[in-house]
């Protein structure tokens, strides 16, 4: 059974720094897509950045050069680096492994 455990979120002030992790279970994760999405109150589900099938990054072009995805595949651990965040960053984070989600971690970027 796949698990996916996201970490990392919280209350930051605008133009702060997060670091979101995401450890996976029962998936041999190096051979899978792996990506961040999130939901803010009232909107759809919307990618963030992603590692696709072959290893290749995506990033959604509102996100330009604000937020990076790494991965570890030792650890089976994808992490998105969040930068000079501002409020409408805020919204639930995602991780996405496969077709597998995870539970999703609170992001609140207010003064």
């Known amino acids: 059974q796949v698990q996916l455990v996201e970490s990392g979120g919280g209350l930051v002030q605008p133009g702060g720094s997060l670091r979101l992790s995401c450890a996976a279970s029962g998936i041999a994760f190096r051979f899978f897509s792996v990506g961040w999405y999130r939901q803010a109150p009232g909107k759809q589900r919307e990618l963030v950045a992603e590692f696709d099938s072959i290893g290749r990054t995506n990033y959604v072009e509102s996100f330009p050069g604000r937020f990076t995805i790494s991965r570890d595949n030792a650890k089976k651990t994808v992490y998105l680096q969040m930068n000079s965040l501002n409020p409408e960053d805020t919204a639930v984070y995602y991780c996405?492994?496969?077709?597998?989600w995870g539970q999703g971690t609170q992001v609140t970027v207010s003064a």
């Open positions: 996405k492994c496969a077709a597998s």
